[in-house]
């Protein structure tokens, strides 16, 4: 006799939502490029205001920040 497999959900995938925005605000957010002072990043919006940062950088240009976000090479920041 085999024993039933439980369907459990998907993981999250935080590449595409917001690890700090889930953590620390219980939030699911999807990343976008935003921009502060300091420049552009990836971080997410929750009702239209800033969330999270979840980018260890900041970018020049809107331009490099959304190549980085398509091209996966920025680094998630560990706490806010």
Known sequence: MTTPVKETAAPLDFRRFGRLAYVYCKQREEVQVLKSQA????????????????SNEYYVTEKDAMQALIDDSWTQKVAP
Request: charged share 20%; net charge negative; hydrophobic share 25%.
């Open 39 to 54: 420049g552009f990043y990836i971080g997410t919006l929750s009702e239209g205001l800033p969330c999270s940062r979840e």
